[in-house]
């Protein structure tokens, strides 16, 4: 059974910082991107970082560029999200997957949820002001 679990989400005030975890199991992403987007209450899911399957290459949303980092350490099968500098416009559900298309190099445009896969369940980061 493939299954993406997130973790390390939680409250935090504004100006803090979390990180996130996406570890897989019943599947070897080692070959693929990874991606992270959140869904705000009311609000659409949204892409927030990419990574490729090598780790060489990143993409990120302007809303967080510059503030969170996306990486993976592959011999564990996990991809990390640091996120710095929060803000409560951070504040979202923040759901992992797996890009769907093996050995992309070029990550900038995976930035729509319908090129992922396998998603996680989700973690809650809550930032306060």
């Known amino acids: 059974q493939v299954q993406l679990v997130e973790s390390g989400g939680g409250s935090v005030q504004a100006g803090g910082s979390l990180r996130l975890s996406c570890t897989a199991s019943?599947?070897?992403?080692?070959?693929?991107?990874m991606g992270w987007f959140r869904q705000a209450p009311g609000k659409e899911r949204e892409f927030v970082a990419a990574?490729?399957?090598?780790?060489?290459?990143?993409h990120y949303a302007d809303s967080v560029k510059g503030r969170f980092t996306i990486s993976r350490e592959n011999v564990k099968n996990t991809v990390y999200l640091q996120m710095s500098a929060l803000k409560p416009e951070d504040t979202a559900i923040y759901y992992c997957a797996k890009d769907k298309t093996r050995y992309r190099t070029v990550v900038a445009g995976i930035n729509s949820r319908h090129m992922y896969e396998y998603w996680g369940q989700g973690t809650q980061v809550t930032v306060s002001s």
């Open positions: 990574i490729s399957w090598s780790g060489s290459n990143t």
């Open positions: 019943g599947l070897n992403v080692l070959s693929y991107g």
